[in-house]
């Protein structure tokens, strides 16, 4: 099966299983994906994320993270769609929360979070709000 959008797939796989309260996810692997399971790590919104090789694309298998019996992601979503390209220059990031969550921006210098974009003076491409 085809899908046109794989940055929203993930995000859906990713609140499904955040939703039913799952250990792990899997999603079909790529570059972009593995780059914003780095900064879900790095922001402390999951445990790691591990890639397993299965001949093909390979797989990313996110380990959620839960307190207790309470999520730690809040709520994640898509912002930039492939229909509706959200873009924002340096200045006007959007903050998510009054800066209680992430915005995740594909930026010429990579993927990174609207505040890593803020200090390196790039815009982009708005990919998602996580809370």
């Not at 090789?53 to 709520?75: F, H, P, S």
């Not at 594909?106 to 200090?119: E, L, N, W």
Request: hydrophobic residues 40%; charged residues 25%.
């Amino acid at each position: 099966m085809q899908i046109s959008d794989v940055i929203a797939d993930m995000l859906t796989r990713i609140r499904n299983a955040n939703s039913a309260k799952h250990e792990t996810v899997d999603i079909p692997a790529s570059g972009m994906k593995k780059a914003i399971a780095d900064i879900l790590v790095e922001e402390g919104y999951v445990k790691g994320y591990q890639v397993i090789e299965d001949g093909k694309q390979g797989v990313i298998r996110i380990t959620l993270k839960y307190n207790g019996k309470q999520r730690v992601i809040q709520g994640i979503r898509r912002v930039s769609k492939p229909g509706l390209r959200i873009y924002s220059n340096c200045e006007n990031m959007p903050k998510v929360m009054n800066g209680l969550g992430i915005a995740i921006v594909s930026t010429s210098k990579g993927i990174m979070t609207d505040k890593k974009a803020r200090t390196e003076n790039v815009g982009g491409e708005v990919l998602a709000f996580v809370w």
